[in-house]
Nanobody, 124 residues
Framework: QVQLVESGGGLVQAGGSLRLSCAASRRTVNTHAMGWFRQAPGKEREFVAAITWIGGTTDYADSVKGRFTISRDNAKNTLYLQMNSLKPEDTAVYYC?????????????????WGQGTQVTVSS
């Protein structure tokens, strides 16, 4: 069983930054590709970013490209999402997820394990 726990969410003004963390159970980060998704009220959960297990390949949604950076520290079993130049439309619950596949994917159904989510609110 894989357990993922997000942290780092909060309230920030537009233009500000936040860094989300996702602590994974032992050995998870070394054997799965990982991703971040978000869900705003009344909307479906959408892909934000993903990274391969060796950290060599990343993928970003167009809406966050150039502002967000995904990374992982396998030694610490932790996934990160650095979010800069935040906009009110980035407001959502952010979830980290793990997939048994070793390639990046934007498809929600390919991710088997999910964290409980962390709220990010960006004020205008």
């Amino acid at each position: 069983q894989v357990q993922l726990v997000e942290s780092g969410g909060g309230l920030v003004q537009a233009g500000g930054s936040l860094r989300l963390s996702c602590a994974a159970s032992r050995r998870t980060v070394n054997t799965h590709a990982m991703g971040w998704f978000r869900q705003a009220p009344g909307k479906e959960r959408e892909f934000v970013a993903a990274i391969t297990w060796i950290g060599g390949t990343t993928d970003y949604a167009d809406s966050v490209k150039g502002r967000f950076t995904i990374s992982r520290d396998n030694a610490k079993n932790t996934l990160y999402l650095q979010m800069n130049s935040l906009k009110p439309e980035d407001t959502a619950v952010y979830y980290c997820a793990a997939t048994p596949y070793r390639t990046v994917s934007r498809e929600r159904s390919l991710y088997d394990y999910w964290g409980q989510g962390t709220q990010v609110t960006v004020s205008s």
